[in-house]
């Protein structure tokens, strides 16, 4: 058989790299030599920009110190329980809400004005009912991801097919089971991403309440740095927060499948 | 009136009249507790003394030129998220490589919780104003950013076939077709970077001690000023309710049909 010409030929070989992930280090190179030359020039306060090396030293320094993993633990405990209560609670809420239009055209409104009032002038408020102990961050944690979550809750709740609920009522389920097997299978994406913010401003309102006023955590551990000066340090602290909170933020919407929603 | 428009009006006010209703009765009950001593007052002021100290707080602690100031703090951050971002969005649009290599990051930067920078911003621009602005800046630009590319990249092909078929320069095709369309889209973005900039803006101002609204609350917190500090948290949230109302208002004037 005669062989064409289109089915012998060879791909042409793909470059090892791509021309994004080329510029993509471009970029980071690019600004790795640029902040080393403003280290290096003077023209800023010694220490404000710190070299690589100082922060790379810093950074190593941190991760191999027992004390911040110590603090970690604390601030992550502290969100972790901030986002239990706050998650579970705005999830119950978003589900009654979601579930019931009267109940929604009543309150919802206060919940979708109240989400994004910047939640951090509770604090002294949070002070005086919970103490200066890890309660008042997690109960500021618990208030910025309450409303995240029950607003993406009661959206989901009122996106589920009709036909799933009558199946339900059909096989006579009683309330948990509708909960349980029909509703939180159903709106499992709009819950994950009201987890994802609420997570998110969790992390913010816990650390950010941590660096107001407490002597144990990661935002304790900033303010730290800020008032002794250690420059290096809190930009080591700042970029393995970042890549914590990234991370998480990422990892919670693998788990839940975000990734697999078409678009 | 018929009777069932009668009912489809008592259904129309009876959900906002039990709202009303249930956080009337909540500080009724509130008040009603702590008068009768079961909830201490040094620590959950009666409603009746934190309405009571509301003409306090703003005449004594200048509340009017304390709002101004924040609200002068969230126009300067504003103006400049919807410079910055719009650019940037338009950059990302016109080079197809750099949209593929920095998109994830710019989207990244919306995740990342960069008010936590705080202390650095303040080491960088001293406890002023600036800090404050620089936060809400670049807590804020990556929204307006990606919806003006995502504004600009779903203009209808049908626009641009028009704009080609009328032989328009870059430059026309630009300001004539791609910008009118894609403005709603990108007011969704400054909408969402203006209430990330307040938020921080406010939150900072708590957080550092200066400034506007953020620091009044702060101010009266550390002198123990509980209906105060109670009143403040009132007025500030009555602000960002306000702002929110007035940005969507405004949204829905720009995109009047979806």
């Known amino acids: 058989m005669a062989e064409t010409g289109r089915l012998t030929r060879t791909a042409p070989a793909a470059p090892m790299f791509s021309p994004v992930t080329l510029l993509r280090v471009a970029i980071i190179l690019a600004f790795l030599a640029g902040w080393e030359l403003l280290s290096r020039s003077g023209w800023l306060y010694r220490d404000v920009v710190p070299s690589w090396l100082a922060i790379g030293k810093a950074l190593a320094d941190l991760l191999l110190h027992a004390d911040y993993y110590f603090n ?52 002294p408020i949070m002070i005086m009912w919970f103490g200066v102990g890890p309660g008042s961050k997690i109960a500021l944690g618990v208030l910025s991801c309450f409303f995240p979550v029950a607003l993406s809750a009661a959206a989901g709740m009122r996106q589920i097919d009709k036909v799933l609920i009558k199946v339900g009522k059909s096989f006579r389920a009683n309330t948990w089971q509708t909960v349980w097997k029909i509703y939180l299978p159903a709106m499992r994406h709009p819950i994950i991403n009201g987890i994802r913010l609420g997570l998110g401003v969790a992390l913010i309102g816990t650390l950010l309440a941590e660096t107001k006023l407490s002597n144990k955590g990661i935002g304790f551990l900033i303010i730290q740095a800020y008032s002794v000066f250690d420059m290096p340090r809190m930009y080591a602290m700042l970029i393995v927060l970042f890549v914590l909170a990234i991370g998480a933020n990422a990892l919670v919407g693998r788990l839940g499948g975000l990734h697999t929603i078409r678009r | 009136m018929s009777a069932a428009a009668r009912r489809r009006s008592v259904y129309d006010w009876m959900p906002a009249a039990l709202g009303i209703g249930t956080v009337v009765v909540f500080f009724a009950a509130l008040e009603g507790l702590i008068q009768a001593g079961l909830i201490n007052r040094f620590i959950v002021p009666p409603p009746s003394e934190i309405i009571g100290s509301f003409g306090r707080v703003l005449t004594e602690e200048h509340v009017v030129s304390r709002f101004f100031f924040t609200l002068g703090e969230c126009f300067v951050a504003g103006v400049m998220i919807t410079v910055f971002g719009v650019a940037g969005g338009v950059l990302l649009y016109r080079y197809k490589l750099l949209q593929q290599a920095v998109e994830t990051w710019v989207a990244a930067l919306a995740a990342a919780p960069v008010v936590l920078a705080y202390p650095l911003f303040m080491v960088i621009f001293g406890r002023s104003a600036w ?60 909408r969402l970077g203006l209430i990330f900039a307040l938020i921080n803006i406010v939150g900072v ?54």
């Open chain 1, 72 to 123: 970690l633990g604390v601030t992550a405990g502290e969100i972790a329980a901030a986002l239990a209560i706050g998650g579970v609670s705005g999830l119950a809420v978003g589900i009654v809400l979601g579930s019931n239009r009267f109940l929604a055209k009543a309150y919802e409104p206060y919940l979708y004005y109240l989400g994004p009032t910047p939640k951090i002038i509770f604090f």
């Open chain 2, 131 to 190: 800090t404050i602005i620089m936060i809400g800046f670049v807590a804020a630009l990556s929204p307006v950013v990606l919806k003006t590319l995502e504004g600009l990249s779903g203009t209808r092909k049908v626009l641009i076939n028009v704009g080609k078929s009328f032989n328009l320069t870059g430059s026309q095709q630009f300001w004539k077709i791609m910008f009118p369309a894609a403005l709603p889209t990108m007011f969704v973005g400054v």
């Open chain 2, 205 to 258: 101002e708590f957080l550092i001690n200066y400034g506007g609204l953020g620091q009044l609350i702060n101010d009266l917190a550390e002198r123990y000023d509980l209906p105060g500090t109670y009143a403040a948290i009132c007025f500030v949230i009555l602000v960002s309710v306000v702002f929110f109302m007035f940005l969507e208002k405004a949204e829905r004037w720009l995109r009047p049909v979806d």
